[in-house]
């Protein structure tokens, strides 16, 4: 039905080359008047592999083959009473699996660009948020201009260091909100009544396992310490 059809691949220059064998059926015997079937038969089937082959490379036949034959093999209905399915063949000439080839290679190497460019930031910001590695950072980098480095610290006030800045979530701030609650507790009573109140609220959540932690990790007989 469709011989040596092009079609556009993820690449938009990279096609496929594509044969589909297709058949339809009229189930409407006693309605003769819709002229040649196989026109929508064709254009659908060509719609079809058109809108899944543009999700593949033609790096990897074999999943664009059974992505598309597994859609052209269900029968479709382009029109009322016209069933169409059909079977694909893929190839790709070697204009362009080279084409792919030297895309996917650029993207590779953009990749590791972007990697070691984001890795050289992460350093950069370690160094910046300390304030020790920023001295000594600026007095390598601008040793006639170390009265600046003032004005720098007050520009970098507030800036997270990048371990901070990938825990800006749920579970970052229930891990900084539980530093600070424990920071707060200095008496061995005030530890005591803490863990005892997490053991009972992990209880009533049904985390028994981790209640059952806390309170293996609870010493109540510790020097000073008293029941509540």
């Keep these: 039905m469709l011989s040596n059809e092009r079609m556009a691949s993820r690449i938009g220059s990279v096609y496929f080359t594509v044969r589909i064998t297709g058949s339809w059926q ?33 790096l990897d036949l074999a999943a664009a083959h059974d992505a598309i034959n597994s859609s052209l093999t269900r029968s479709g209905c382009p029109m009322p009473g016209l069933e169409v399915s059909g079977k694909a063949e893929l190839s790709a000439a070697a204009a362009d699996r080279a084409l792919a080839e030297e895309h996917a290679r650029r993207q590779q190497a953009a990749d590791l660009e972007h990697g070691e ?19 000594v950072w600026w007095m390598a980098q601008f040793p006639d201009r170390f009265n600046d ?39 061995p009573q005030q530890r005591e009544v803490f863990v005892q109140a997490l053991v009972q609220t992990l209880t009533v959540l049904g985390h028994h396992h981790l209640a059952t932690a806390a309170a293996r990790h609870h010493r109540p007989q510790d020097p000073g310490s008293t029941s509540a």
């Design 26 to 58: 009229w189930t409407h015997p006693g309605d003769t008047g819709q002229g040649d079937l196989a026109m929508p038969a064709r254009e659908h089937l060509r719609r079809q592999a058109t809108e899944i082959l543009c999700r593949h490379s033609v």
């Design 149 to 187: 480095l003032d004005n720098l610290a007050q520009a970098l006030k507030g800036l997270p260091t990048p371990q901070a800045a990938q825990h800006n979530n749920l579970r970052g701030d229930i891990r900084r909100f539980t530093d600070n609650l424990v920071t707060t507790l200095h008496t």
């Design 117 to 135: 460019e984001l890795h050289r930031l992460a350093q950069l910001q370690q160094v910046l948020a300390d304030p020790d590695l920023r001295r």
